[in-house]
């Protein structure tokens, strides 16, 4: 009995038993962390892309509430001999701009004040175009004196809409005549004195995304059939 217990005592492991068991330790502790970084990386590019799928339904957002909340008013401008003349429309757009003054801000929304806003296809920093919106707070017919020209108005708060784009184009759609009910077509310039039947902004990425949302055209339908031309019993 004595002897046996002490045979029993001095029971172990050898040290290839012991060299197998640190192995398989490291190796299932490798792959455990592997399997953590390849989840942290897939993690990472996940929301990556939900980040850009939401800044992508934003844009069409804020693009669909400001264009839709067009205010139909006549602009001011001020010739070389001093005298103020008024503009039979404020709103006019090219191919690669669109001016309008809208009741929908993107810093207050829809409770904000209404605001001049300036759409514009630029040049981007690392090559294609990008859609930059710059808003100026509307104070009156006064405040628009300062867009009378081609060039940017100096000033404003400057959003980048959209960036990395292969091309971003404006087009107007002439309003309906309800009499004939003909279909109307789709103009690359407006400068006309009403508001155009609607806004088609088309954009395309530089680079197609795999996975996610691409930018796809934005058509917006303006339902404001008030001619800017007619002025109320305020005169404002």
């Known amino acids: 009995m004595h002897q046996r217990s002490i045979d029993r005592n001095q029971r172990g492991v050898t040290l290839l038993e012991l060299m197998i068991a640190v192995t398989l330790v490291a190796g299932l502790s490798t792959g455990m962390l592997m399997a953590m970084r390849t989840s942290l990386m ?9 980040e850009s799928n939401r800044r992508f339904v ?72 990008r859609l930059v919106a710059t808003e100026h707070p509307y ?5 628009t004196t300062p867009f009378c020209g081609t060039a940017p108005a100096p000033g404003g708060t400057v959003y980048v809409l959209a960036e990395n784009l292969a091309y971003c184009r404006f087009s107007y759609h002439e309003p309906y005549n309800q009499n004939t009910f003909l279909e109307t077509p789709w103009l690359p310039l407006w400068d006309r004195p009403v508001l155009p039947g609607g806004v088609h902004i088309e954009m395309r990425p530089a680079v197609p995304a795999s996975g996610g949302l691409s930018i796809l055209n934005v058509t917006v339908p303006i339902m404001v059939d008030r001619d800017p031309r007619s002025v109320y019993d305020d005169r404002y």
């Open 42 to 50: 897939t993690y990472d590019k996940t929301a990556k892309k939900l």
């Open 58 to 129: 934003k844009t069409q957002q804020i693009l669909s509430n400001q264009i839709a909340a067009v205010i139909p008013t006549q602009g001011l401008c001020v010739p070389a001999e001093g005298q103020t003349i008024a503009v039979a429309s404020f709103l006019s757009g090219s191919v690669d701009a669109l001016r309008l003054i809208t009741s929908y801000s993107i810093a207050e929304g829809a409770r904000g004040y209404p605001q001049i806003v300036e759409y514009r296809a630029l040049p981007g920093d690392h090559g294609g175009v």
């Open 139 to 143: 104070t009156g017919p006064a405040s």
